[in-house]
């Protein structure tokens, strides 16, 4: 499969490290049916660049890639409060010399805090030059196209990026990373049987399996919803892979059984914690100083403990984590992470 006719540009010089787990997964084994577990690795996509990075970060080489060759001079994305999406945008757009704008969706009622830490500390910081809150259920193309056309009156270019980065071009970023992954095992002679990721907007789960049918990788993928239950979740996933291997001009229709969702994980709401994300939090964390986030990581990692302990990831397995960032919201949920939240 050859990407390079896609103009893209490079946010991380490098390829994001595969690490064994031994201590988490000693962890986990003693939780397990038999005392036993999986041998637990992860890929340090929170290492990527425009750091700290995470998987937005390869969705918006291709993204970034295409607003500068169509002549924007701001690029217009949407994301919740503590988007980490909106965040790495931003940061992508600095890097080239543009100009910003958020559409912030308020999917939790209340949710928005001007004074905000974590990402949208950041926002601040960087300083993005527009911010329009608006209620959960908003029509966010329609929002982000009326932020486009106030630019447009102004004799501006703005380009519009989807909710997580998520369309065709955006998922070639995990197309990129399948590719990379390949590399990887072959060059280090690395076999996993199972790789876990998070399932949202469905960019990075639906390159993935994109990526893996394009370049035959039979390892078998797992995404666990941080939003959706499989009913919901997987025809999106279905969809954006068969965006993807269309504008790869691939010729295949993605068949359903290469979606895998698994749900029950992210629940009462997403972005909302849980007590099985706290735990994952709090063990990746003190046994191999590995930082997740609350609402994306944490609660993916929650998933891998409950399949793992539920025998549904098996003993005998390697299983490769997806770590895909989202540090900075760590800071806006310290108390609930250390468990003394009221
Ligand atoms: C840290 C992190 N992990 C996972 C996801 C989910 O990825 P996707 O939206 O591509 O499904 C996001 C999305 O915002 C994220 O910020």
Redesign the pocket.
Known sequence: MDLSCFPRRRYTPYATPLEPLPHLSAALAASCPGGRGPELWVKRDDMLGLFPG???TRKLEFLVADALAQGADTLITC?APQ???CRITLAAALKEGLKCRFVIEERVPDSYDPHGSGNHFMFRLMGVEALTVVPAGTDMAAAMTKVADELKAAGRKGYVIPG???NALGGLGYVACAQELQQQCFEQGLRFDRVVV????????GGLVAGFLGNNIRIPLTGIG?SRDPDQQAPLVLKEAQAVVDLLGLGFTVPAEAVQCVGGFWQPKYSVPNAAMVEAVQLAARSEGLLL?P???GK?MAGLIGLARRGEIGANERVLFVH???LPALHAYERVVLGDAA
Request: hydrophobic share 10%.
């Open positions: 995470g998987n937005k994301g988007s980490n999406h997580g980065g998520s998070g399932s949202g907007s469905s960019g990075t789960h941080v986030d609402v994306y990581t993916v895909t960032g989202g």
